[in-house]
Every structure is written in structure tokens, then in C-alpha cells.
């Protein structure tokens, strides 16, 4: 998170500073592995499910989006305040769980209780983190829209977890996925940049 914060910081915009980041990780997470492992059982699970890539075209995208939507935040708020409201995304990834998959159907007191416990703490955190550095923020004319931009990373990161599951739980290979979810992102980075630039 520091080098995009060194980026806008120095006048690059967020969207090709996003493109940059994501170029970045796909050459580690999709060209890397097709070298050591091939791509042909990948090509096998794609035609085999087909109607799974839309939800892994779909997980790819929320995460361009939102990571682009961190990079406005750091420029308009700073990383100390924009990191810990993005990564809220794990109590949006819970409430989808609880509602959508009910992943604590059947647990006890004892753990939901420790799962609310847990949610809490991240608020807690987030909050005095960004309370305790707030001053540190650069002079940004749009506060308020960073911090719109943080918050709604967090919430589109922790969306992202209901196609993630989706496809997991149907049976898509995690390299078929990542194949996916990798093309998108850095599809839609590149026409945010198109667009945008």
C-alpha cells in the first residue's frame, strides 16, 4: 500500500496507478503459475464449466473496481485512514456468509459470540486507528470522498466473496478461477484507464 500511496502522491492518476498494480499481480498470480503448471487442465475445467465464469469474471471485477477505489482514497485521505475503513471488507464478508450461505447455522453461543466478538474488535480497531491518525492526513480538497471511496472498497471487496464462494462451492478448479478472475480485473483496470485517461 505505500508504493501507490508514493504514486498519487506524486500526481499519477489512481486508475493508472491500479493498472500498474494489477499488471503487477497478474504476471505473479496468473503468468507465474501457467509456466509451472500448463494451462491445458485449465482450458478442460473452463469448457467443463462454463457457467461458473461468470461468477469468476464477476469476483474479478469487484476487485479492479475496488481496488481502484483505494487508490482515490489514499490520495484523498491517506493510508492511514483509508486502510483500516477498506478493511472492514471482512465484516461485509461476514454478514454475506451469515445471510447468504448461513455459515453459523447451527453454531453455538460460544461461537457466535466469539464471531461478534471478533466483528466488534475490527470496529473498534478501525475506528481508533483511523481517529489516532486522522491529523496525518494529506490536504486533500475531497475528504469526504476518500473516505466514500474507502468505505466502498471494503464493501465491494467483502461482495466479492459471494462469487468467490459461488464458484469454490460449485466445483471450479482454483486455478481455473484465478484464470478468470485475472483477466477480468486486469480487463477492467485497462478500460478504467481508457477510459478514463
Known sequence: AEAPTKLVTIGLSPFMVSLGMVAGVFVARWTVPMVLKGSDYVWADLRE????????????????????????????????????????????????????????????????????????????????TGLATSHQAPGSPHPGMGIVAAVTAGMLWGTMYIPYRKAYISGMNPLSFVTVFTFAELGTTLAFALIYE
Open 49 to 128: 464449466k462454463p457457467h461458473l465464469v461468470v461468477w469468476a469474471l464477476l469476483a474479478g471485477m469487484l476487485w479492479a473496481v475496488a481496488n481502484t477505489l483505494t487508490v482515490f482514497a489514499i490520495r484523498d485521505v491517506g493510508l492511514s485512514v483509508a486502510f483500516p475503513l477498506w478493511n472492514t471488507n471482512s465484516l461485509v464478508g461476514l454478514f454475506w456468509g451469515w445471510l447468504l450461505f448461513n455459515e453459523l447455522r447451527g453454531a453455538g453461543t460460544r461461537a457466535r459470540t466469539r464471531v461478534l466478538g471478533g466483528a466488534a474488535a475490527i470496529v473498534v480497531g478501525a475506528c481508533l
